[in-house]
């Protein structure tokens, strides 16, 4: 069975410092990978999301996440946050395997700290 | 492209009614719809995957007789809470499968509708 570990339940930071969100998964098969981010009362958008090739994927709004097998992590970063980037950040993952199932971790709340 | 819509965004019923939630595909077909709930300041979680022209398959733990899910057609799915109480208020989303691509792909995840029950 699949599950997404999201250590950080909140993240502050400052407006234009860099950000990492962690997510690690675990799996014993191959895996996609996706992170959503969620404004107040909205749904989820995607920010990006790995589903083979480049283990660099670089997604929408600045935002970047490295696939490292060894590790089974996934985790996101940004360079220079902005205080729009404050919200609830989401790993996901899926596979072959399970099908359209989705296994969403527990979410990281970002604080953008003006 | 790739636009899911959820109606209505938010509702308040009484205890003991009946609430109906669409789901719609806009722009695409949708063989599969998901729908998710949400509590406050946690994480979705898959109530039932619900399947055009046949039954939904409910996650464990998830009561179909009071969380009926219908998926009428390729664009619609529709979830109806009967008999709602208190404790079913939350944050329900629904998701769709763009049925054109093949194999494993994103979820178009709806805005969301917000469920509170009096």
């Known amino acids: 069975a699949q599950s997404v570990t999201q250590l950080d339940s909140q993240v502050p930071v400052f407006e234009e410092a860099p950000v990492e969100l962690r997510c690690n998964y675990s799996s014993s098969v191959s895996v996609y990978l996706f992170w959503y981010v969620q404004y107040p009362n909205q749904g989820l958008q995607l920010l990006l999301k790995?589903?083979?090739?480049?283990?660099l994927v670089k997604g929408i709004n600045g935002f970047e996440a490295e696939f490292n097998k060894s590790q089974t992590s996934f985790h996101l970063r940004k360079p220079s946050v902005h205080i729009s980037d404050t919200a609830e950040y989401f790993c996901?993952?899926?596979?072959?395997?399970?099908?359209?199932?989705?296994?969403f971790g527990t979410g990281t709340s970002l604080t953008v700290i003006p | 492209g790739a636009v899911v819509s959820q109606h209505p965004s938010r509702v308040i019923c009484k205890s003991g009614t009946s609430v109906k939630i669409e789901c719609r595909s806009l722009d695409f077909q949708a063989t599969t719809m998901f729908w998710y709930r949400q509590f406050p300041k946690q994480s979705l979680m898959l109530m039932a995957t619900s399947n055009e022209g046949s039954k939904a398959t409910y996650e464990q733990g998830v009561e179909k007789d009071k969380f009926l899910i219908n998926h009428a057609s390729l664009t619609l799915s529709t979830l109806t809470v009967t008999s709602a109480h208190p404790e079913d208020s939350s944050f329900y989303i629904c998701s769709a499968r763009d049925s054109g691509r093949g194999g494993i792909y994103e979820q178009y995840f709806g805005p969301g509708t917000r469920l509170t029950v009096t």
């Open positions: 790995y589903l083979s090739g480049s283990t």
């Open positions: 996901a993952v899926s596979d072959e395997y399970t099908g359209n199932q989705f296994y």
